[in-house]
Nanobody, 132 residues
Framework: EVQLVDSGGGLVQAGGSLRLSCAAS????????IGWFRQAPGKRREGVSC????????YYADSVKGRFTISSDNGKNTVYLQMNNLKPEDTALYYC?????????????????????????WGQGTQVTVSS
C-alpha cells in the first residue's frame, strides 16, 4: 500500500518561499508519478506540478511556471515542491498524490481538475497561507 506524508506548509508573506515535502513509501514498481495539488476553500482541487519517476519528466500548471520547482530525492523517497515568489492566490491546502497505474502516462494532462480522480493515493495535506 502506497503511503504519502506531506509537510512543510506555513504562513508567509507575499514574495516569500516555502518548500513542501512528500515522503513516499510502499511502491512495488518504479513506474509511477508523484504530483502536487492544491485546493482553496470553495474551489476545485487543481494540479500544480507532477514528476514521472520512470523518466523524470516534469510538468507544471501555467499558474506556477517560473515560481515553483518540483524535484525528487530517490534515496530518501521524497519529492519536494520549492515555492518561490508566493502570491496570496497560492493560499490553499496542498496535497501530494501518487499515480501507480502503469497504463496512465504521467503528463501535464494529469494536472487538470477532471484528472484528480485518476490519482490513487493522497497525503493528508499541508496548509499554505500567503499574506498580502
Amino acid at each position: 500500500e502506497v503511503q504519502l506524508v506531506d509537510s512543510g506548509g506555513g504562513l508567509v508573506q507575499a514574495g516569500g518561499s516555502l518548500r513542501l515535502s512528500c515522503a513516499a513509501s510502499g511502491f512495488t514498481s518504479h513506474d509511477y508519478g508523484i504530483g502536487w495539488f492544491r485546493q482553496a476553500p470553495g474551489k476545485r482541487r487543481e494540479g500544480v506540478s507532477c514528476i514521472s519517476n520512470s523518466d523524470g519528466r516534469i510538468y507544471y500548471a501555467d499558474s506556477v511556471k517560473g515560481r515553483f520547482t518540483i524535484s525528487s530525492d530517490n534515496g530518501k523517497n521524497t519529492v519536494y515542491l520549492q515555492m518561490n515568489n508566493l502570491k496570496p492566490e497560492d493560499t490553499a491546502l496542498y496535497y501530494c498524490a501518487a499515480m501507480t497505474n502503469s497504463e496512465v502516462a504521467v503528463t501535464a494532462k494529469l494536472l487538470v481538475p477532471s484528472a484528480v480522480a485518476l490519482w490513487d493515493s493522497w497525503g493528508q495535506g499541508t496548509q499554505v497561507t500567503v499574506s498580502s
